[in-house]
Structures are given as structure tokens and as C-alpha cells.
């Protein structure tokens, strides 16, 4: 990958290579794991100092909240965290809520998705499994209608375990986990693997002769990890 930025203009990032998805629920290879997180924001991060995960503090607004034993998680989501523009939005940002991140998990659960996670998640989430074997060709009325282990209200997410998994952190820390807008997640027609439309703080700006071209949303903007 290379940078280049100058005299206050958006810093571009390029990427050479082939990459198969930029979809975060598709993507299993290094490389289209690592660039789908340009775009994409997970709730957790990777603490390098101490090896743990932790808060992503741009995204949420304070710490996992854990209870029922370790069964019951609660991700409250910080105000003014906007998506990316985009045409799929209108052309402008749209601030993100708690729903957004919960349909991007139900996701997983649905087969059309292809997701590598889909078994993992089916098998701790409580309902998920039932949820994704019940899905009617009427898509977005299912996913308005979560299980009871997924839910969301304003800015608060709440996820159900079947039973405490101290191990389920480390998930919501991988780019699998990334909150991706209602809009995109229901659109017919729109290709998620090859038009990313994130909160992350890097926008898609096109793909030619498989070199990927990412364009930072401020000039000072920070790549966060």
C-alpha cells in the first residue's frame, strides 16, 4: 500500500493486489479483511499494550456492559458518529444508531450473505439460527423483526448469549463485526463487496486494474485500526 497527500487536499491511499471482497461478512483472506476495515468500524479493537480488546472510543460511548452471568452484552453507541457520504445515502453522511449495527449482524444469519461467521454466531446468539432458516424473499420485513438475542433501541444495542462465552469480545473486536448502514444492508441491487459505504474514517474511491483507491474523509484524518 502507499499514501499520497498534499497542501491540505485528502490524503489517498492505494492498495495493489487482487482483493476478493471488501464486504466484511464475506471476506475470510487477510487482504480483504484488512481493506474492508478502512471502511468499516468494528465496537471492539485490539489493545496492543496489553493484549486485550477493548472500547472502540469513536464508536462507543462507554464500555461493554455485561450481565445475566455474562450472558446478556449491551453496546451503547456514541452520538455524531456519521456514515461515510455516498449516493446511497442521499450523497450526505447519516448519523449511525444501534440498529444499524444490529442488522449488519443479522446478516450473518442470512444464507444470501455467504458469511464465514454464520455458524459461529448462529450458535451463540439466541433465535439467530431460527431466524436465518425462516427468512421470507420479503427480506427487509424480517430484518425489521430481529430475534430476541439481537435487539436495538436509539442508540443502545443489547445481544442475547445462549450461554456466557468470555471469547465472544474478541469477535466484536474483528471486522466481521462492523457496522454497516440499513440502507446499504437492504438495497437491492447494491453491491456491498465493491462499493463499501462505512463510518470508518477512509472512503472507497474506486477500483481500476485491481489497484483499490481509498480517500481519507479530512486531510489529518487518522488511520485507525
Partial sequence: PGCRSGGGRPIFRYRSGPIATLDPAAATDLASVREAAMA???????ER???RVVPRPWLLAKPLGVSEGGRRLELEFRSGVRFQASPLLGGRERELDACDWVLSMLRHADPAVGSHWKAYLENRIVGLREWGRGLPENR????????PGLRCNGRQATVLLRQPDSEFADFLAHPASSVLPVEEILKQGWDIAERPVGSGDWVFSGSRRGRITWKSRSPAAPLQG
Avoid: K
Fill in 40 to 46: 468499516y468500524q468494528s465496537p471492539l479493537r485490539p
Fill in 49 to 51: 499494550a496489553s493484549g
Fill in 140 to 147: 427487509p420485513a424480517a430484518y425489521f423483526s430481529p430475534p
